[in-house]
């Protein structure tokens, strides 16, 4: 079992995106390679490969894998020079629906699965995910995969979806902090949040950045929710700041015209944790969540149109992407489709990267 779990993540490290490939990976290896891996005198068929991911216990399998990608961000020592409460931990948790996986349940139905995901917003590696059978279960996974970490002086942050007074509690009481979006699903807290007195708040950072075609300006707003003693808890629990963060985007194109998007956020951090750019900071890196993980599964790996639907594949595959891209991530490597082809050169190369000895 170890050896072709450790077969499939060195392929997919690879840029194997599929069983076909695994085996591939494993006929090209070489006896070296495949010495390593614990892979004894006979290269396992694809079928082989095929049958033992499938049955892999896809708990089990994300605990390991969290306890190597811990173990490796234990190791990196924080910049000289970086504020201190700017080397605050902060989990970004978000969801992806695997939209090629038509996997069946037991009522002989179809549905699509849909992962949830912790990303250190940091490094951008993934510290793990659970599965749920739709987008709209991902609320239950909140507790399921925050679990598994040690919350004390955390923050955690989450998109609208998970703005929940009981994910506020839950976080509180295990030691941590919350960043969270709000939108419609929350009517009577964004009523409140947008009835304070913005303007007479005022701008407290604002930025400017030009590229990839455009121009944007942000700015963003941050309030204390504790001048009175309940004026938090009455917004939301252990609520300590209310943020608005403004983005006007405007292509270069001649004519081209502006588009204002206004986020509302609320946080248990006070001001003394954390100031309004800071806060900003932390919310765009939220998004970045889209752009460092969801979009290089789908558009390096292919992830939307895999066909690896039976059994606990999908979610295993899924898992090797995640612990490739937090692989490359920790070596540095920015562009990971190169990265990827890097390693693809040399078979070799995937174990020196795991540090498989």
């Given at each position: 079992?170890l050896?072709v779990?450790?077969?499939g993540?060195c392929?997919?490290?690879?840029?194997?995106?599929?069983?076909?490939?695994v085996?591939?990976?494993?006929?090209?290896?070489?006896?070296?390679?495949?010495?390593?891996?614990?892979?004894?005198?006979?290269?396992?068929?694809?079928?082989?490969?095929?049958?033992?991911?499938?049955?892999?216990?896809?708990?089990?399998?994300?605990?390991?894998?969290r306890?190597?990608?811990?173990?490796?961000?234990?190791?990196?020592?924080?910049p000289?020079?970086?504020?201190?409460?700017?080397?605050?931990?902060?989990?970004?948790?978000?969801g992806?629906?695997?939209?090629?996986?038509?996997v069946?349940?037991?009522?002989?139905?179809?549905?699509?699965?849909?992962?949830?995901?912790?990303?250190?917003?940091?490094?951008?590696?993934?510290?793990?995910?659970v599965?749920?059978?739709?987008?709209?279960?991902?609320?239950?996974?909140?507790?399921?995969?925050?679990?598994?970490?040690?919350?004390?002086?955390?923050?955690?942050?989450?998109?609208?979806l998970?703005t929940?007074r009981?994910h506020?509690?839950?976080?509180?009481?295990?030691?941590?902090?919350?960043?969270?979006t709000?939108?419609a699903?929350?009517?009577?807290?964004?009523?409140?949040?947008r009835?304070?007195?913005?303007?007479?708040?005022?701008?407290?950072?604002?930025?400017?950045?030009?590229?990839?075609?455009?121009?944007?300006?942000?700015?963003?707003s941050?309030?204390?929710?504790?001048?009175?003693?309940?004026?938090?808890?009455?917004?939301?629990?252990?609520?300590?700041?209310?943020?608005k963060?403004?983005?006007?985007?405007?292509?270069?194109?001649?004519?081209?015209?502006?588009?204002?998007?206004?986020?509302?956020?609320?946080?248990?951090?006070?001001?003394?944790?954390?100031?309004?750019?800071?806060?900003?900071?932390?919310i765009?890196?939220?998004?970045?969540?889209?752009?460092?993980?969801?979009?290089?599964?789908d558009?390096?790996?292919?992830?939307?149109?895999?066909?690896?639907?039976?059994?606990?594949?999908?979610?295993?595959m899924?898992?090797?992407?995640?612990?490739?891209?937090?692989?490359?991530?920790l070596?540095?490597?920015?562009?990971i489709a190169?990265?990827?082809?890097?390693?693809?050169?040399d078979?070799?190369?995937?174990?020196?990267?795991?540090?498989?000895?």
């Amino acid at each position: 079992m170890l050896a072709v779990l450790l077969l499939g993540a060195c392929a997919v490290l690879s840029g194997a995106r599929s069983f076909v490939a695994v085996a591939e990976y494993a006929h090209d290896a070489g006896r070296a390679v495949l010495a390593a891996l614990g892979v004894g005198a006979v290269v396992p068929h694809e079928s082989t490969l095929r049958r033992v991911l499938q049955q892999v216990d896809p708990s089990a399998l994300e605990a390991a894998l969290r306890s190597w990608v811990l173990a490796q961000l234990r190791t990196r020592a924080v910049p000289v020079g970086t504020p201190r409460r700017e080397q605050r931990r902060v989990l970004a948790l978000d969801g992806k629906t695997l939209r090629g996986a038509h996997v069946r349940a037991l009522d002989a139905g179809v549905y699509l699965p849909h992962l949830v995901s912790v990303l250190d917003q940091h490094s951008g590696a993934v510290l793990g995910q659970v599965g749920v059978s739709d987008k709209g279960s991902e609320v239950t996974a909140f507790t399921t995969l925050l679990d598994e970490f040690d919350l004390a002086g955390v923050l955690v942050t989450a998109d609208a979806l998970h703005t929940h007074r009981g994910h506020a509690e839950y976080l509180h009481a295990r030691g941590g902090h919350y960043l969270m979006t709000i939108k419609a699903n929350q009517p009577r807290l964004l009523a409140r949040v947008r009835a304070l007195p913005w303007t007479d708040i005022g701008v407290a950072a604002r930025e400017r950045a030009r590229g990839h075609g455009r121009v944007e300006t942000r700015t963003v707003s941050a309030v204390s929710l504790h001048p009175c003693p309940d004026r938090g808890g009455e917004f939301f629990p252990h609520a300590a700041q209310a943020i608005k963060l403004v983005r006007r985007r405007r292509p270069l194109r001649p004519g081209g015209r502006w588009k204002t998007v206004t986020v509302y956020a609320i946080t248990s951090l006070t001001g003394f944790d954390a100031d309004p750019g800071l806060l900003a900071r932390w919310i765009r890196g939220h998004w970045g969540i889209e752009n460092r993980l969801h979009w290089v599964r789908d558009v390096t790996y292919d992830e939307d149109r895999s066909a690896v639907r039976t059994g606990s594949g999908p979610q295993v595959m899924a898992a090797f992407r995640n612990l490739a891209i937090t692989a490359l991530r920790l070596s540095g490597a920015t562009n990971i489709a190169a990265a990827l082809r890097h390693h693809a050169r040399d078979t070799l190369r995937p174990l020196a990267t795991y540090k498989i000895t």
